[in-house]
């Protein structure tokens, strides 16, 4: 499986890059807790040995301004891959990353590549479980109400 998509990723970003020139081939979505240390860093270590550029949050430099990094590391990325966890939706950064990465599709083409990681995808689709959950708690944030406008 994961062979498989970075020989998508490698392929996409050859391309990708030609025709767009960024920083960075792919950037990496995903709750640290759920899979910082386990598949994240691996999907991200197999992707630098094919050479690919990739933007982990590791790379913020200290006294980064984090909203305004991962901003510009997601507009210049080809690609996103978003690896969704069981709770990656109770995070505010989480859900932040994604509304960028959908308006960077949107506006600009950018693929989007989703990871169910230990969850099955139609919770996520149908905001079950633990979505469901996560949703209930941040609706009403005033950061929720401007990507509740916005469709994809």
């Not at 498989?4 to 950037?27: Q, R």
């Not at 995903?30 to 270590?45: A, K, W």
């Not at 990681?117 to 944030?141: C, M, T, W």
Request: glycine residues 4%; contains cysteine; hydrophobic residues 35%.
């Amino acid at each position: 499986m994961a062979e498989k998509m970075i020989n998508v990723v490698a392929s996409s970003s050859g391309s990708a890059s030609k025709v767009f020139p960024k920083k960075y081939d792919v950037f990496l979505s995903f709750r640290g807790e759920d899979t910082r240390r386990n598949f994240t860093c691996h999907l991200y270590e197999a992707l630098m040995q094919k050479k690919i550029k990739t933007y982990i949050d590791e790379q913020l430099e200290k006294g980064d301004q984090i909203a305004l990094a991962l901003t510009k590391a997601i507009e210049d990325s080809c690609i996103s891959i978003v690896i969704f966890s069981d709770n990656y939706a109770s995070s505010k950064w989480c859900l932040g990353e994604l509304f960028k990465i959908l308006e960077c599709k949107k506006e600009k083409g950018q693929i989007v590549i989703p990871v169910f990681y230990n969850i099955d995808p139609s919770h996520v689709r149908k905001q079950i479980g633990s979505y469901k959950q996560a949703f209930a708690k941040l609706e009403g944030e005033p950061e929720c109400k401007q990507m509740e406008r916005c469709s994809y």
